[in-house]
């Protein structure tokens, strides 16, 4: 796509090849009579409430990248609609990236959103497990870097060239390891049906762009803390409420009930900031402050208990309404 493998300043080399997807447990699925998941969309459907697990993206940065690549490639209003609904399933989001590809591996979680390489290392390690890439990914690169002042530098530059030689490449195909290489694979020898990341890239639907990831990155990672991981219980009971209500009024059409089932998909599903602030520099600027400094962490410390509140409020709200909606289904 349009994000450079090397650094343009020189600072850095890209050593290794990253998406974003879906695995899941195929026994836990047959089990559960689910179907497996192809995109982000149907993650949102009801049949998933309950066997979804993500990472916190305050606390990886892999799950980050993969919130902002949905933003991005849906846009924002959209890309929030879309991952609420998503979360709204969510079994458990987790303090660790690895408790993900963990929990699906062992069938404690049935549909896990990970970096390709947790789902391909379960896959060719011989765990009951599959990976796709949907449609809305990006392919971006893992980097090695020389550190300024280090003690061993040749061994340094000897280690990064032996990384990126096809030596280096053709161990990545190690089941443990299971990343796809920046060296086309014409040069190396990959497993039978391996990713091809060049292939993967020129599907992908969005164009990555780094530098809006990174100004926008503490609005984001502290928006879906305060949206969905301290507020997961409520945002699961909105969506049951929802799911349920949507059951009932398929089989009873009520004009009114689906007003209301509207407005709660609204409530539950809608971003408590909006597309403008995140254009706004001031705004982004005030998250990007030191938190040390006390006024600043005042003023960031009422915006997210803000954010918090209302979160609880619309979840409440949203399931009330859910519920109003199926009693007139009945």
């Not at 409530?267 to 909006?274: M, N």
């Amino acid at each position: 796509g349009n994000y450079p493998l090397n650094d343009p300043q020189g600072l850095y080399y890209g050593q290794a090849l990253a998406g974003y997807g879906i695995m899941w447990n195929t026994r836990y699925l047959q089990a559960n009579k689910l179907p497996a998941p192809r995109e982000w969309a149907d993650l949102t459907r009801p049949e998933y409430f309950g066997h979804v697990a993500i990472s916190s993206p305050s606390r990886s940065g892999t799950t980050q990248l993969t919130v902002e690549t949905i933003l991005q490639g849906e846009g924002w209003d959209k890309g929030w609609a879309q991952l609420l609904a998503m979360m709204g399933n969510a079994a458990a989001v987790t303090d660790r990236s690895f408790a993900v590809p963990d929990g699906v591996n062992n069938g404690q979680y049935g549909i896990g959103i990970v970096i390709d390489f947790f789902g391909l290392a379960g896959k060719y390690s011989g765990f009951p497990v599959d990976f796709a890439y949907p449609a809305m990914t990006a392919v971006v690169p893992a980097n090695i870097a020389l550190i300024a002042g280090g003690k061993n530098t040749d061994e340094a530059k000897k280690f990064m060239a032996f990384s990126m030689s096809t030596e280096g490449q053709q161990l990545l195909f190690d089941p443990k390891i299971s990343r796809l290489p920046i060296l086309p694979y014409t040069s190396l020898k990959a497993p039978a049906g391996y990713p091809v990341p060049q292939e993967g890239a020129k599907r992908a639907k969005v164009q990555f762009d780094a530098d809006l990831s990174e100004n926008r990155y503490q609005v984001v990672t502290s928006l879906f803390d305060q949206m969905v991981t301290f507020r997961l219980k409520e945002l699961q009971a909105a969506t049951r409420a929802i799911h349920d209500a949507d059951k009932a009024l398929k089989a009873k059409p009520n004009a009114k009930g689906g007003e209301l089932l509207a407005q709660a998909r609204n409530l539950a599903y809608t971003s408590l900031v909006g597309e403008a602030n995140v254009k706004n520099e001031e705004f982004l600027a005030l998250f990007r402050k030191n938190r040390r400094d006390v006024e600043v962490s005042k003023q960031l410390t009422g915006l997210e208990q803000m954010w918090a509140t209302k979160a609880r409020e619309n979840y409440e709200r949203a399931r009330g309404l859910a519920q109003q909606a199926q009693g007139l289904a009945k």
